[in-house]
C-alpha cells in the first residue's frame, strides 16, 4: 500500500541549503547510502540519480522558483509586482512548450560553435595581463569578466556594454540569496535598467537585423507564429542573466579543481582534443549548480510514495553526479576516463534542461584548453574562498592562483 512521504521511515536533516558547500560530497553520500529520500524543513530531498531523473522529466512536477517570493515574504510593491510577470525558467505545459519549440534553432551547436573564436579572443585577452607574472586571483581576473563580452557578442549588443550586463547579472541573482528583502530594492533598479535597454536593442534590431541571436530570436516563427515583444524581453534577459552567471561561476569551479589535480591539468594541456571530456568531467565532479527545487502540481504517487499537491522536492545534482551505481569511482576527478551511461545533471534534465547548454560547453571547453596552455604547473596560492552557501548558482569569490610565467 502507497504510504504519505511525510510518513516514510527516512533520515532527517535541519539544513535546507545541503548542497552548496565545497564539502557537499562528504555529505551527501552517507544520506545516500542510507536512503533515496531526505526530510528537511521545507520538503524532501532528492539523493540519486535515476530518482532525479524521473522528477525532472515528470511535467506534474513544476519549477518552484515561482514558490521564491512566497517562501520569501518581500514587503516591496516593485519586486511583488515584478515576480507575477512570466518567465521561460518558472513556465509549464503547452506555453513553455510553444516558446521553447520557437527559440530552439538559435541556441544549437552550430549557433554555439560560430562563436568559438570569439571565445578564444576573449580569454586570451584577459589572460595577457596575468600569464607573465605567474599568479593572479583568477575569479575577478577572469571568470567575472570572461561571459560578459560573448553574451554581448552573441545579442549582437557593443561589446563596451559588458560592465553594465555584468552589474545587471549581478544585481538580479541575489533573488537567489536568503537576503532578498534587504536587496529588492537593488535588484529591481536592475531589473528595471535590463528591461529599458533590452526594448531599445530590439528596436534596433528590427530595422537593422545581423547576423545575431537577438536577429534570430526576432524572425524566429513556426506556423505564422512568433514571439511577442514581452517574450523577447523574457527571453534575451534569460540569455543575459543564465549565460552569465553560470558560465562564470562553472569556470571558477573547474579551475579550482584542477589546481588540486595537476596531472590532469598537464593532460589537458599536452591534449587539447580531452576539452570536451574535460568540460563534462568539471561540472559533473564539481557544478556550479548543486540542484534545483520542484513542486508537485497534483497528488503524485512515486515509489509507493504519496506526494501531496504543493510537496516541495529538491532533487540534489551532486548526489546524483556522485552516485555509484551510475559512475564508476564517481569521487575521482578524471578526464581521461571513459564515463559511459549515465549523464550528469548539472545543466538538468527534462522539460527545463538548460536552454544554453551548447553555449556554456563551447565557452568551457575553449576556456580550459587555452588555460591549460598558457598557466602551466596551475597551483593554489592560499585559500579558496567560497561564496555564501545558498540556493543559486554558486562557485569561488576569490581564487589565489601561481604557475609557471609564459
Given at each position: 500500500?502507497?504510504?504519505?512521504?511525510?510518513?516514510?521511515?527516512?533520515?532527517?536533516?535541519?539544513?535546507?541549503?545541503?548542497?552548496?558547500?565545497?564539502?557537499?560530497?562528504?555529505?551527501?553520500?552517507?544520506?545516500?547510502?542510507?536512503?533515496?529520500?531526505?526530510?528537511?524543513?521545507?520538503?524532501?530531498?532528492?539523493?540519486?540519480?535515476?530518482?532525479?531523473?524521473?522528477?525532472?522529466?515528470?511535467?506534474?512536477?513544476?519549477?518552484?522558483?515561482?514558490?521564491?517570493?512566497?517562501?520569501?515574504?518581500?514587503?516591496?510593491?516593485?519586486?511583488?509586482?515584478?515576480?507575477?510577470?512570466?518567465?521561460?525558467?518558472?513556465?509549464?505545459?503547452?506555453?513553455?512548450?510553444?516558446?521553447?519549440?520557437?527559440?530552439?534553432?538559435?541556441f544549437t551547436p552550430k549557433a554555439a560553435n560560430r562563436l568559438r573564436p570569439f571565445m578564444r579572443e576573449v580569454i586570451n585577452e584577459l589572460l595577457d595581463p596575468v600569464t607573465a607574472?605567474?599568479?593572479?586571483?583568477?575569479?575577478?581576473?577572469v571568470c567575472e569578466p570572461y561571459p560578459i563580452p560573448i553574451i554581448c557578442e552573441l545579442l549582437g549588443a557593443p561589446r563596451q556594454d559588458w560592465e553594465q550586463f555584468s552589474r545587471?547579472?549581478?544585481?538580479?541573482?541575489?533573488?537567489?540569496?536568503?537576503?532578498?528583502?534587504?536587496?529588492?530594492?537593488?535588484?529591481?533598479?536592475?531589473?528595471?535598467?535590463?528591461?529599458?535597454?533590452?526594448?531599445?536593442?530590439?528596436?534596433?534590431?528590427?530595422?537593422?537585423?545581423?547576423?545575431?541571436?537577438?536577429?534570430?530570436?526576432?524572425?524566429?516563427?513556426?506556423?505564422?507564429?512568433?514571439?511577442?515583444?514581452?517574450?523577447?524581453?523574457?527571453?534575451?534577459?534569460?540569455?543575459?542573466?543564465?549565460?552569465?552567471?553560470?558560465?562564470?561561476?562553472?569556470?571558477?569551479?573547474?579551475?579550482a579543481t584542477f589546481a588540486d589535480h595537476p596531472d590532469q591539468w598537464a593532460a589537458l594541456a599536452n591534449d587539447p582534443n580531452l576539452a570536451a571530456r574535460a568540460t563534462e568531467e568539471?561540472?559533473?565532479?564539481?557544478?556550479?549548480?548543486?540542484?534545483?527545487?520542484?513542486?508537485?502540481?497534483?497528488?503524485?504517487?512515486?515509489?509507493?510514495?504519496?506526494?501531496?499537491?504543493?510537496?516541495?522536492?529538491?532533487?540534489?545534482?551532486?548526489?546524483?553526479?556522485?552516485?555509484?551505481?551510475?559512475?564508476?569511482?564517481?569521487?575521482?576527478?578524471?578526464?581521461?576516463?571513459?564515463?559511459?551511461?549515465?549523464?550528469?545533471?548539472?545543466?538538468?534534465?527534462?522539460?527545463?534542461?538548460?536552454?544554453?547548454?551548447?553555449?556554456?560547453?563551447?565557452?568551457?571547453?575553449?576556456?580550459?584548453?587555452?588555460?591549460?596552455?598558457?598557466?602551466?604547473?596551475?597551483?593554489?596560492?592560499?585559500?579558496?574562498?567560497?561564496?555564501?552557501?545558498?540556493?543559486?548558482?554558486?562557485?569561488?569569490?576569490?581564487?589565489?592562483?601561481?604557475?609557471?610565467?609564459?
Open positions: 500500500m502507497p504510504m504519505l512521504v511525510s510518513e516514510i521511515d527516512c533520515p532527517e536533516i535541519g539544513d535546507f541549503r545541503i548542497g552548496a558547500g565545497p564539502d557537499t560530497r562528504d555529505l551527501v553520500a552517507p544520506l545516500a547510502a542510507q536512503s533515496w529520500i531526505v526530510k528537511m524543513p521545507f520538503g524532501y530531498i532528492l539523493t540519486r540519480h535515476d530518482d532525479c531523473i524521473a522528477v525532472l522529466k515528470d511535467k506534474r512536477w513544476h519549477q518552484a522558483t515561482r514558490l521564491l517570493s512566497q517562501m520569501t515574504p518581500v514587503d516591496n510593491e516593485r519586486y511583488q509586482n515584478r515576480q507575477n510577470r512570466q518567465s521561460i525558467l518558472t513556465m509549464e505545459g503547452d506555453e513553455h512548450t510553444r516558446l521553447r519549440r520557437l527559440v530552439a534553432s538559435a607574472s605567474g599568479e593572479c586571483e583568477f575569479v575577478s581576473a545587471w547579472a549581478t544585481s538580479i541573482f541575489k533573488i537567489f540569496s536568503d537576503r532578498v528583502p534587504e536587496y529588492a530594492d537593488e535588484i529591481m533598479d536592475a531589473s528595471e535598467e535590463i528591461d529599458a535597454y533590452v526594448l531599445d536593442l530590439i528596436e534596433q534590431r528590427r530595422g537593422d537585423p545581423r547576423d545575431d541571436l537577438l536577429s534570430d530570436l526576432i524572425a524566429a516563427e513556426e506556423a505564422g507564429e512568433k514571439l511577442s515583444p514581452t517574450e523577447l524581453v523574457m527571453m534575451v534577459e534569460a540569455v543575459i542573466l543564465a549565460g552569465t552567471d553560470t558560465t562564470r561561476n562553472q569556470l571558477g569551479c573547474a579551475i568539471s561540472f559533473r565532479y564539481l557544478g556550479a549548480i548543486r540542484g534545483t527545487g520542484r513542486f508537485a502540481a497534483e497528488e503524485i504517487e512515486y515509489r509507493d510514495v504519496v506526494f501531496p499537491e504543493g510537496t516541495l522536492v529538491f532533487p540534489n545534482f551532486v548526489g546524483a553526479n556522485h552516485d555509484i551505481d551510475q559512475f564508476s569511482c564517481p569521487h575521482e576527478f578524471d578526464i581521461e576516463a571513459e564515463r559511459s551511461g549515465a549523464s550528469h545533471l548539472t545543466l538538468g534534465f527534462g522539460s527545463h534542461y538548460c536552454l544554453g547548454a551548447n553555449l556554456a560547453r563551447a565557452e568551457l571547453q575553449e576556456a580550459l584548453t587555452i588555460c591549460a596552455q598558457r598557466m602551466p604547473n596551475l597551483r593554489l596560492d592560499g585559500e579558496i574562498t567560497w561564496k555564501p552557501d545558498g540556493i543559486g548558482i554558486w562557485g569561488p569569490a576569490e581564487l589565489p592562483l601561481r604557475f609557471d610565467p609564459t
